[in-house]
């Protein structure tokens, strides 16, 4: 069993108010008319073993919930990124929460990467087919 709350009735996000792009999909999370539980990771600590978890539910790499382009992380880290091992990209994402990649969803066991407010409104249309959910 995992440490995230898992509710098929309720989304969880996982977002920094930091940047545009998460409070935009905030305030369509917001919106939803579902229940939701909105974590801002600029004023909330999310733990290694969450990150771990959510990295998991995605189907992807912990380095990959990292904006490796963003100038924060190329200014600290350089281009050298293969020097870093699994709990190095947790200890990232724990000090610097703003270099989480995109806003995360989950939604019952379905976790989706958000990368624009139109990505979350297509992961909420009854018939997403088309929008591959981890």
Known sequence: MGVIAM?????TLYYSSKNSIGKQI????ES????????????????????AEIASGLNIPIR???????????????????????????????KEPHLLKHPIAIDGENY???????????????DSAGLEKS
């Open 112 to 126: 989706i990467e958000l990368e624009s407010a139109a990505s979350f409104k297509k992961f909420m249309e009854p």
């Open 7 to 11: 509710d098929k009735r309720q989304i």
């Open 64 to 94: 990959d919930l990292v904006a490796q382009h963003h100038p924060d992380f190329l200014e600290i880290y350089g281009e050298n990124k293969q020097d870093l091992d699994e709990n190095d990209w947790l200890k990232i994402l724990e």
């Open 26 to 29: 905030h305030a369509y999370v």
């Open 32 to 51: 939803s008319g579902k229940k939701n539980l909105a974590i801002d990771i600029s004023k909330t600590n999310v733990t290694g073993t969450q990150w």
